[in-house]
């Protein structure tokens, strides 16, 4: 768009100057703040107020909304401009030709060169200013006089007569300058509010692209865990399935060989059985009774019953189990894959751990508990603590305060150096005297035992000795409420699997502590992420 096009559209449509402080009404026209203002003054007293442009009707007096847009749009036109015609303002009396203009007065409402400017008068009411085309901004729309005075009570420039005589009688009224350089310093103020919030704001936004990073970064480390053990998934299950085949195959081979020597056998008592039926024919048919009762094999042939027995015991045996197939094995080797999934569900299906907090409570009285609720020790120093219902009395145990009725959960807990300990979960139920109070000794709690270097899984006093150390010293602990399952892990790396008990729940689970004399065992921090 050319420059004089554009000028046309950025002219108000009453003073056919450029816009100065445009303002908008609802029906979108635009406008200088002072000409609308002007406009809607003088209709005032008809009761109705409309748009001078498209006459749309305002039943009170419009807002006027200021067009941010369009003004920058004006700087920004009038910035481009060339230095001495950036205001557009030339000199009244060089009518010969434009002489861009150095000052207006506002007095004689005129904008003088520097030749008229000095020949003109000086005489205090003549008030000079930069140059300007909308010298009626400046001046009052009631009386026609310069604005002088800042009404504090109507935020609004007055005159003289305004603050004297006119509406703005008995108002707070300041001097220009004096008005101006108090809201200078307001701005100023806000500014550096909004300075403020904007280094706020760019914190955030950094702390946020910081997130998004360790997140993209956990999420390609995620993904390489992912991958591998679906990679050993899928070649476990691969060789399962081999092993199973082949056991399969075995099994049916050898099912096959001792049937095939079976229907062997038959087939050759069958024939001897025909054979002997063949002489039985005929000696039935024959009329010398002497050689009927002299044949040497008639015993023989009378004496049906021969392996009978055998051959029926060993019939029913190969109808029933044909020497049997190894369901143990394969119900092993699918625990075995059961345990991966666990594995998947640790790592990728729970995003943080439980806030475990222990309950003094439930304390023994042997037993020191830290402020944080965290960390359980063993005091040689007695507790004078109450003895309520709840309380341990006689093993050295406490619970959490916290219990878990449904979802899946884990916690990591830190046995230190302690060689003896045991950890696990317990129903609310549980004894608490007597050898029945023991986590892992009766049917209300699963526990995971070390003692005398080597590790118990336990459960209603039955325990099943484990292969191998926790290396690490600390244990992964996780709950599948609705799948019955609780699990441990040895927080090496990677992590190890331990073992796991499957059940149906029927109570909510609590965390279960023993501790040994000189031990220590720390939960570890709920906020920490896989």
């Known amino acids: 768009m050319a420059a004089a096009d554009l000028r046309a559209e950025l002219e108000c449509s009453i003073c056919l100057n450029i816009y100065t402080d445009p303002v908008m009404l609802r029906c979108g026209h635009n406008f200088c703040r002072v ?3 002007r406009v809607l003054n003088t209709q005032r007293g008809s009761g109705d107020y409309f748009c001078p442009v498209c006459r749309k009707r305002f039943r009170s007096r419009p807002a006027l909304q200021r067009n941010i847009t369009l003004r920058n749009i004006v700087e920004n036109f009038l910035s481009a401009q060339p230095d001495q015609e950036e205001s557009g303002v030339f000199c009244t009396h060089c009518v010969d030709s434009p002489v861009p203009a150095v000052r207006s007065c506002l007095h004689c409402e005129v904008s003088l060169c520097d030749k008229h400017l000095r020949v003109h008068k000086k005489s205090p009411e003549h008030i000079l200013c930069d140059p300007t085309l909308s010298m009626e901004s400046r001046k009052c729309s009631v009386h026609k006089k310069i604005l002088e005075y800042y009404c504090t009570e109507d935020d609004t420039c007055v005159c003289a007569s305004c603050s004297l005589a006119g509406e703005h009688r008995g108002h707070q009224v300041e001097m220009l300058d004096e008005a101006s350089e108090k809201k200078k310093e307001t701005l100023r103020n806000v500014l550096q509010e909004l300075l403020t919030k904007r280094e706020e704001t760019e914190e955030r936004v950094q702390s946020l692209q910081e997130h998004r990073r360790k997140v993209e970064e956990k999420a390609a480390g995620d993904t390489k865990k992912v991958t591998a053990m679906f990679r050993e998934l899928k070649k476990r299950l691969d060789d399962l399935e081999e092993r199973f085949q082949d056991e399969i195959s075995k099994w049916a081979q050898g099912v096959s060989i001792c049937m095939s020597e079976m229907i062997r056998d038959l087939e050759t008592k069958k024939e001897e059985l025909s054979r002997k039926m063949r002489h039985i024919e005929e000696l039935s048919n024959m009329t010398d009774p002497l050689t009927v009762l ?19 015991e060993r019939h029913e045996k190969l109808l029933h189990d044909g020497g049997g197939l190894d369901v143990a094995e394969i119900t092993q080797g699918l625990r075995t894959l059961s345990d991966i999934i666990t594995r998947l569900n640790v790592h990728f299906y729970i995003q943080r751990a439980a806030d475990i907090l222990l309950d003094e409570n439930t304390a023994h009285n042997s037993l020191l508990i830290s402020d944080d609720r965290k960390t359980v020790s063993w005091s040689d120093v007695y507790q004078k603590r109450p003895k309520t219902p709840e309380r341990f009395q006689g093993y050295v145990q406490v619970l959490s305060s916290q219990s878990f009725s449904s979802g899946r959960h884990y916690w990591d807990v830190d046995v230190g150096n302690a060689k003896k300990w045991i950890i696990g979960m317990c129903y609310p139920s549980i004894e608490r005297r007597g050898l029945q109070s023991l986590v892992g000794w009766n049917n209300k709690s699963w526990g995971l035992v070390s003692k005398d270097d080597h590790y118990l899984a336990i459960h209603d ?10 290396v690490s010293n600390k ?5 599948d409420y609705e799948a ?7 927080l090496c790396d990677p992590i190890r699997y331990i073992r796991t008990f499957t059940t149906t729940f029927t109570e909510p689970l609590h965390a279960g502590l023993w501790v040994w004399e000189g031990g220590v065992i720390k939960i570890c921090g709920g906020n920490q992420k896989m």
Do not use: H, M
């Open 294 to 312: 002299q044949e040497s094999d008639a015993g023989d042939l009378c004496d049906t019953e021969d392996g009978d027995n055998e051959d029926r």
């Open 484 to 490: 019955g399952r609780i699990a441990f892990y040895d």
């Open 461 to 470: 006093g039955k325990g099943i000795r484990l292969p191998g150390n926790i």
């Open 35 to 37: 000409c609308i203002g």
């Open 475 to 479: 244990v992964r602990i996780y709950l």
